[in-house]
């Protein structure tokens, strides 16, 4: 499948981690990338290459990968981590996949 | 500061025709890959098109091959998308953004351009 599955949704207490999963065969050979959006905005890179943060991504947010799944996590959620969540990665025609997305609500 | 500005998003007709352009600043473009992607109301994200650094080779989506078009002007820093036989399902708002040299992340990303598709 040339697909990235990501659950529509996911709620977190302020202060509790949150793990955002993104599942798809294309993840077992391309590396996963992790974008942020909030309304009105256009998307912020948070993840690259599985677990590297850009300059100005707080260290709450890691990332990884098992098998064909990527995973976002951020520890100590804040409120203003409240936004919708895509992953995203090639795949082997060099088309670029993203999954459907995430929105975390932060509660 | 690196920055994309798309421009050229509107109202047109099922079947029409519009041009998107995005203007380059603050880095040397012709360095970079270009892509576009969109983003229908409510919907998730959606690549479209990436284009290489000199322009030689293209891809496209399934969704838009045959009908859309990417280009780009090195000497003006600009990337450009026409899309002809506009459809209602191509309704989004449509970014740009610069390919990293990995392949792998859109590092930079205009604030986006609206094109409606409707009769």
């Known amino acids: 499948s040339s697909d990235l599955t990501q659950d529509p949704a996911v709620s977190v207490a302020l202060g509790q981690t949150v793990r955002i999963t993104c599942q798809g065969d294309s993840l077992r050979s391309y590396y996963a990338t992790w974008y942020q959006q909030k309304p009105g905005q256009a998307p912020v890179v948070v993840i690259y290459h599985e677990n590297n943060r850009p300059s100005g991504i707080p260290d709450r947010f890691s990332g990884s990968r098992s098998g064909n799944t990527a995973s976002l996590t951020i520890t100590g959620t804040q409120a203003e981590d409240e936004a919708d969540y895509y992953c995203n990665s090639r795949d082997i025609s060099g088309d670029h996949l993203f999954g459907g997305g995430t929105k975390l609500t932060v509660l | 500061q690196k920055q994309l500005v798309e421009s050229g998003g509107g109202l047109v007709k099922p079947g029409g025709s519009l041009r998107l352009s995005c203007a380059a600043s603050g880095f040397t473009f012709s360095d970079y890959y270009m892509t576009w992607i969109r983003q229908a109301p409510g919907k998730g994200l959606e690549w479209v098109s990436f284009?290489?650094?000199?322009?030689?080779?293209?891809q496209y989506a399934d969704s838009v091959k045959g009908r859309f078009t990417i280009s780009r002007d090195n000497a003006r820093n600009s990337l450009s998308l026409q899309m002809n036989s506009l459809r209602v399902e191509d309704t989004a708002v449509y970014y740009c953004?610069?390919?990293?040299?990995?392949?792998?992340?859109?590092?930079?990303w205009g604030q986006g351009t609206m094109v409606i598709v409707s009769s």
């Open positions: 953004a610069r390919r990293d040299w990995t392949g792998d992340v859109f590092d930079v």
């Open positions: 284009i290489t650094n000199s322009g030689a080779y293209t």
